[in-house]
């Protein structure tokens, strides 16, 4: 097998590869325990990029801290010593060193939500790793294979809640969508610390943050007139999801999550808890605008925001804190519109997936015992969805009730819709506007993978299941 050398493998690469032995090249990331498994029938998963053989370190501290918020201080726990925490940067086919310290009073790991890792560092506690004592550390070393806009934080009970997140963002160079700056927006609905809450369901949310921010105290995005602006849009909160709209301007969906999709232009989209979405932004009308994310569907109102400030609008001041941008009414961005872009190919159409699972969301119960089920099952009380490595799986999910951005660890699905070429995503909502779903993936990447809700409070009350590898 020829060693394709230190270069990284972008999509279109591996595509031109691809005709040449695209399988065999996907199988010489040896040594790390990254490469999937052959997949003789040429199914749509998406290209690891090549081993750069560079290392990037990061030392992560979590612990508790005071939080800044507007007018008041908060005390909560974050990555050393800021919410969010720090952002994690690398190439794809980078290896990621990062050595995590547990200043914690209890239990933590880290979750690096969305990278088809090695299992062994997923992160979930007694599922990849027995979690990290207080005072003692755990170093996390992995190869990430793919480009996009992902995030990492706790994955121990309701610490996600709290400040306990952070971007992480991996380039390929030459790859992605044209742009003359960038911004990471991590949006967060947030309780603890304010007037003695802690995490808990069935609470109002009293504050709703853009990058560990309040309303009254936005960050600003610069730009000048002529620039194209990436937004990458983040929900890092455990219930709430938003509805993002900028004013005066439209935005270009290019990713769904870390992947490519034909580019749709929208004048708002809703993002759901663990969703990304990567969006570009024409600065083409100076001034101050509003760039808000409206809370959608929680039973209660709030915004978090940030402010688009052009040069060329000087020290104009920002809009109020609570204006909701006409654009958050308009042409709204809907699943349906989502096409994976052309390179990543599909399912086919016709053909019969190796196995299905058809798994229906619900709960039982009342107040403080109420369970959310899958199947009527409550995890840990329930079953795990055996797969083999190179079948092709089917999931198919139907909603009873509640609101469900249902998130697959280690994979990345193709979301089945009337394109016939839906977006690929490892997180994909369920809720009043979208009842039922389905998705397809290949089993490349052998392990024991959490699926689950990623309402916080769902997942923490059962509505979780393990994706099992058989003779793994
Ligand atoms: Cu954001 Cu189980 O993950
Ligand atoms: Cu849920």
């Not at 325990?33 to 030392?59: I, M």
């Not at 932004?281 to 978090?304: E, K, M, S, Y």
Request: hydrophobic share 40%.
């Amino acid at each position: 097998m020829p060693d394709p050398g230190p270069i990284v493998l972008n999509r279109r690469t591996f595509l031109a590869l691809a005709g040449v032995g695209g399988v065999a090249l996907a199988a010489c990331g040896t040594g790390t325990g990254t490469a999937p498994p052959a997949n003789p029938r040429g199914l749509p998963s998406v290209p690891r990029a090549a081993e750069t053989g560079r290392v990037r370190e990061y030392l992560l501290d979590a612990a508790p801290m005071d939080l800044r918020l507007g007018s008041r201080t908060v005390s909560t726990w974050g990555y050393n010593g800021q919410v969010p925490g720090p952002e994690i940067r690398a190439e794809a086919g980078d290896t990621l060193r990062v050595r995590v310290r547990n200043n914690l009073p209890e239990d933590t790991t880290v979750h690096w939500h969305g990278v088809p890792l090695a299992n062994a560092m997923d992160g979930v506690p007694g599922v990849t790793q027995p979690p990290v004592r207080p005072g003692e550390e755990f170093t996390y070393e992995y190869v990430v294979p793919i480009d996009g806009t992902f995030w990492y934080h706790s994955h121990v009970g309701l610490q996600l809640d709290r400040g306990l997140y952070a971007p992480l963002i991996v380039d390929s160079p030459g790859e992605g969508p044209a742009h003359d700056r960038e911004y990471t927006l991590l949006l967060d609905d947030w309780l603890d610390g304010v007037d003695g809450l802690t995490p808990r369901d069935d609470v109002q949310f009293p504050l709703f943050l853009l990058n560990g921010r309040p309303p009254e105290d936005p960050p600003s995005l610069i730009a000048r007139r002529g620039e194209r602006i990436l937004l990458r849009l983040v929900n890092a909160g455990s219930r709430a999801v938003f509805r993002v709209a900028v004013s005066g301007h439209r935005m270009q969906v290019v990713r769904s999550d870390s992947e490519p999709v034909q580019p749709v232009t929208v004048d708002a989209l809703r993002i759901s808890m663990g969703e990304r979405y990567d969006v570009l932004v024409q600065a083409d009308n100076p001034g101050v605008h509003q760039v808000a994310a409206i809370v959608d569907g929680l039973g209660q109102d709030g915004l978090a925001r940030a402010v688009l400030r052009y040069e060329e609008a000087g020290e104009s001041s920002a809009p109020p804190a609570d204006a909701v941008p006409v654009e958050a009414e308009r042409r709204l961005l809907t699943l349906a519109d989502l096409q994976a872009a052309e390179e990543l190919g599909t399912f086919p159409a016709d053909g019969v997936p190796d196995r299905t699972y058809d798994l229906v969301l619900d709960s039982e119960g009342e107040g403080a015992d109420r369970l959310w089920t899958i199947n009527r099952q409550a995890y840990p009380d329930a079953d795990p969805l055996p797969v083999a490595a190179g079948e092709w799986i089917r999931v198919r999910m139907t909603r009873r009730r509640g609101t469900h951005p249902m998130h697959l660890h280690g994979h990345i699905f193709q979301v089945r819709n009337a394109t016939g070429r839906g977006p690929f995503k490892d997180t994909v909502l369920l809720d009043g506007a979208q009842e039922e779903l389905e998705f397809d993936f290949v089993a490349d990447n052998p392990g024991e993978w959490l699926f689950h809700c990623h309402q916080l409070y769902h997942m923490e009350h059962g509505m979780s299941r393990l994706v099992s590898y058989t003779g793994s």
